[in-house]
């Protein structure tokens, strides 16, 4: 089945401590995506990724490390933590062209992170 | 950036009644969706409509691009339909960049 897949899907941590949310895709999409949905604000985004060792800074990037060693993976980092990050984090992937599908996003399931 | 409003922020509704959603947009676009995400938070497109009219069952969309505006019609509403429905915009075809409209929450009563 074609799927987006986040681990963990909820987790609990304290501040500064380093986590990191593991995303991969299996349909061999370039682009993947990190976006945060807050209540009232909708979904953002944090940082993308174009193909394998490409990402740049989404609008709101500021807290969060990414990499792309690999095209079916897309960690997502927080290096140190804060309350301010406690949010739903959903990753996204999709492909490019004309054909059937393409510049179609699919999510995963989202991650709920709760900072103390 | 480019900015996206939706309109109505909420809506009820009863079993059976029609409802449009309406997205405007400040800036022309290449890519736009419409996404449904479901009370358990799972987002699923609904449409890929950059322009013209789509239709798939009970939804359909218009984008009205040279006028900056998307209608995302629900007909015949049933209570599966509840969720908050977000439009989403790109400047670019790829859709990489995605901007978010704050969504409309709707809710379809029994």
């Known amino acids: 089945e074609a799927q987006v897949t986040q681990n963990p899907r909820y987790l609990i941590t304290v501040t500064g401590k380093k986590l990191t949310v593991t995303c991969s895709q299996n349909m061999n999409h370039e682009y993947m995506s990190w976006y945060r949905q807050d209540p009232g604000l909708g979904l953002r985004q944090i940082y993308y990724?174009?193909?394998?060792?490409?990402?740049d800074k989404g609008d709101v990037p500021e807290g969060y490390k990414v990499s792309r060693k690999e095209k079916r993976n897309f960690p997502l980092i927080l290096e140190s933590p804060s309350p301010n990050q406690t949010s739903l984090y959903f990753c996204?992937?999709?492909?490019?062209?004309?054909?059937?599908?393409?510049?179609?996003?699919?999510f995963g399931a989202g991650s709920r992170l709760t900072v103390l | 950036g480019i900015q996206v409003e939706q309109s109505p922020p909420d809506l009820i509704l009863q079993e059976g009644a029609n409802s449009t959603l309406r997205c405007n947009f400040s800036?022309?676009?290449?890519?736009l969706q419409w996404f449904h995400q479901n009370p358990w938070g799972q987002l699923i497109n609904l449409f890929y409509i950059p322009s013209g009219t789509k239709q798939n069952g009970r939804l359909s969309a218009t984008t009205v691009a040279t006028e900056r505006y998307s209608l995302l019609y629900i007909s015949s509403s049933q209570t599966t339909d509840s969720g908050v429905y977000f439009c989403a915009v790109d400047l670019h075809t790829s859709g990489s960049r995605l901007t978010f409209g704050e969504g409309t929450q709707l809710t379809v009563n029994p």
């Open positions: 990724s174009m193909n394998v060792e490409v990402t």
């Open positions: 800036d022309s676009v290449n890519n």
């Open positions: 996204a992937s999709s492909h490019s062209g004309t054909g059937d599908g393409a510049n179609v996003l699919t």
